[in-house]
């Protein structure tokens, strides 16, 4: 049988079998060339879904949660501020921090019953304690502190039980910090790309903004001459929440547009103009004129509760467009691949 012959050379410049090209200079055959004319022609990337619909559900919670949020936030950094103003011996500071810590327990419960949809919902969550889950253990926090709080400032006001209201205000606020800051772990837990790409400054978020408003709450209710400690915790938890907020920004990189559009756009830049404006006015005018203290906490209350709704909105937007889900997958998938 007689053997294959390679193919001669063309004067053409074609590949040849042997890998030479007709004008003397070697080629890389042609699955080089194939290779060059198909990454010529692949068109850039786009980030779709199946018939259009989302790749994850969009969150199921409703509009009671981000309020929630803020209540239950305020609520737990007022209880601590609440037990150390009692050690300081500022017993007005006490008296205001324990009325916001026990009126935003008594609100936040209520939204929270409301998001679940049925009352008994909320006592099945208090059926078994999961460390290892966010909802569980606050939903043991809330349950635990909702009384205390309540209790506390309820006998502060009224003067009776004074050592049962003593020791309520003091389990409160060991529970308070758990209480402001579980949320942010909480969304941060969830498959929703901008929330959980930002798991290590979403508490923080939570934390300085329940800081700040707390704060705020406290100095309208205290007066000026026993409200310095609440006005400096309000003007430090809003430096923090405008700190870790821009932080968080800088991490997303992309994945932060949906703070810079639609609804959330629109709170998030609510938040930071009221914070801001509001921590500058306590901070400079709130020592001596109580008026200026009074509109300076409304714009840090203001701005704490856009900064929450801007984080419930920007869950929802990230999980509608299939990019914010497929792409930092995309690029984690070739991180592992270098």
Request: hydrophobic share 45%.
């Amino acid at each position: 049988m007689s053997q294959r012959q390679p193919t001669a050379a063309r004067g053409d410049g074609s590949p040849t079998g042997n890998g030479q090209r007709g004008d003397g200079k070697r080629g890389n055959g042609r699955g080089g060339g194939r290779r060059r004319r198909r990454d010529m022609m692949v068109p850039e990337a786009e980030f779709s879904s199946y018939y259009g619909r989302p790749v994850i559900k969009e969150p199921a919670w409703t509009i009671e949660v981000p309020w929630y949020f803020f209540a239950g936030g305020m609520a737990g950094a007022a209880a601590p501020l609440a037990v150390a103003a009692r050690v300081a011996g500022n017993q007005r500071l006490a008296r205001g921090a324990l009325t916001v810590a026990g009126a935003g327990v008594a609100a936040g419960l209520p939204l929270l019953v409301s998001d679940l949809g049925r009352p008994e919902r909320f006592h099945h969550m208090l059926r078994v304690i999961k460390p290892t889950s966010p909802m569980s253990i606050g939903s043991w926090v809330l349950a635990a502190m909702g009384p205390a709080a309540v209790g506390a400032a309820i006998s502060d006001r009224l003067g009776i039980l004074r050592r049962l209201g003593r020791t309520a205000e003091v389990v409160s606020g060991l529970l308070g910090p758990a209480l402001c800051t579980y949320t942010g772990v909480l969304v941060a837990n969830t498959a929703v790309p901008v929330w959980h790409e930002a798991g290590g400054e979403l508490p923080l978020v939570f934390a300085g903004s329940a800081l700040a408003s707390a704060g705020a709450a406290t100095t309208v209710l205290t007066a000026p001459a026993a409200a310095g400690p609440a006005r400096r915790l309000a003007v430090v938890g809003a430096l923090v929440e405008l700190g870790a907020v821009g932080a968080m920004e800088r991490r997303l990189g992309e994945l932060a547009e949906p703070y810079h559009e639609g609804p959330a756009g629109r709170y998030a830049k609510l938040a930071r103009g009221c914070t801001a404006v509001g921590a500058a006015t306590v901070a400079l005018a709130g020592r001596r004129r109580r008026w200026a203290a009074a509109a300076g906490s409304g714009l840090i209350l203001a701005g704490s509760a856009f900064e929450r709704l801007a984080v419930y909105k920007a869950g929802f937007q990230s999980a509608r467009d299939p990019k914010y889900v497929v792409k930092p997958q995309r690029e984690r998938m070739e991180a592992d691949n270098r």
